[in-house]
């Protein structure tokens, strides 16, 4: 096994102290949310229980991390919420936790999982972290690009700038696939607006930014406001990671029957969440979590049934990895190929 570099823990560390979001950013968690303990690398935000199954004794607990109160984690919470994880025999913490401090947590063992980026576990694991993904939490760049209403097409944001969350987030790595993709990469400005979705809207409504990439919730709110939509991340036919479930490869060599445990779960809270007769109870879920009305929580949920509905089994998309590495700075990414990042033999032996 490779040992992750001096640069390596020193970024890793670094990184836990920071509050840039790779998938976004902290959001506040849902009224009435538990407080758990901080990890010393995680942001502490666990996600509210609807409903707490009763303890049993071969219930095993786990902590799973995510980036941030958001549409694409609704498989996490659906599962927690309506028993799904109890049923698998899991007592799972939900923690939400920080993209930059994602990579430290489960190399500390202080999340066991975590829904994170692609580019986040690319980016780790080429620099040594014994880090891999197990499964997907979608393989589409399910962002939009608004914009102020004096732009009419992505061709008019040349010269002018577009904020996303933070330099290598998904959001950036949506950005560089949208304006690749209009041929306007080397026509715009990428600037990092806040390290979180929130103060990339913030930037964008207050003129800082002409532009800014935004999930569908947020998008909604902007549309509302009179920003327009330029750019439909799904419709634009482009495979890219948005995020990933990872796992520190040592754990789950150590807890082959966990993995499988929770990812029998996650199949199907993934078909939960895409099934048309759950949709009241998983915007109403999402409203609680995203801290929205359920106008909002439903225009994000749209188009992620699209994702949920689109395969039955949550396994990754290389190309959709293979995506995240062409846009990433670092030489030895470009010459990487995704398979080095993908474990589905849990995945798999459960089919």
């Known amino acids: 096994m490779t040992r992750p570099s001096p640069q390596l823990l020193g970024t890793l560390a670094l990184g836990a102290t920071l509050t840039l979001a790779a998938c976004g950013g902290q959001a506040a968690p849902a009224s009435g949310a538990a407080q758990p303990s901080v990890p010393a690398s995680a942001s502490a935000a666990p996600a509210q229980n609807a409903s707490k199954p009763a303890a049993s004794q071969s219930m095993t607990a786990i902590k799973v991390g995510f980036s941030q109160f958001a549409v ?23 923690q939400q936790v920080n993209g930059p401090a994602a990579i430290p947590a489960l190399l500390a063992d202080e999340v066991q999982l975590d829904g994170l980026g692609a580019n986040e576990v690319t980016r780790a694991a080429i620099a040594g972290a014994p880090i891999t993904s197990i499964a997907t939490l979608g393989d589409v760049p399910v962002f939009v690009l608004m914009a102020d209403k004096k732009f009419k097409s992505v061709e008019d944001l040349a010269g002018q700038t577009i904020g996303v969350t933070a330099v290598g987030s998904s959001t950036d790595v949506s950005a560089r696939l949208f304006m690749d993709h209009y041929k306007m990469l080397d026509k715009v400005k990428i600037v990092p607006a806040g390290g979180t979705t929130t103060t990339v809207y913030a930037a964008l ?32 036919g482009e495979p890219l990671n948005f995020s990933v479930i990872g796992v520190k ?96 033999s849990f995945l798999k032996a459960i089919q």
């Open 72 to 94: 694409p984690f609704a498989p996490f919470f659906l599962a927690k919420e309506t028993g799904i994880y109890a049923k698998n025999g899991l007592d799972v913490t939900l």
């Open 249 to 344: 490869r040592s754990y789950a060599a150590a807890n082959p029957e966990l993995i499988k445990k929770f990812l029998r779960a996650h199949q199907e809270a993934w078909n939960y969440v895409g099934d048309p007769a759950n949709k009241t109870t998983v915007v109403n879920s999402l409203a609680k979590n995203i801290q929205s009305t359920p106008e909002i929580a439903e225009a994000g949920y749209l188009p992620w049934t699209a994702v949920w509905q689109g395969k039955k089994v949550p396994n990754i998309d290389p190309q959709g990895i293979a995506n995240v590495l062409r846009f990433a700075d670092d030489p030895k990414a470009k010459a990487a190929k995704p398979e080095e990042f993908i474990d589905e």
């Open 205 to 236: 409504t207050n003129g800082v930014v002409q532009a800014a990439i935004m999930g569908y919730d947020q998008a909604a709110k902007a549309a509302q406001e009179g920003y327009v939509q330029l750019v439909d991340g799904v419709k634009l």
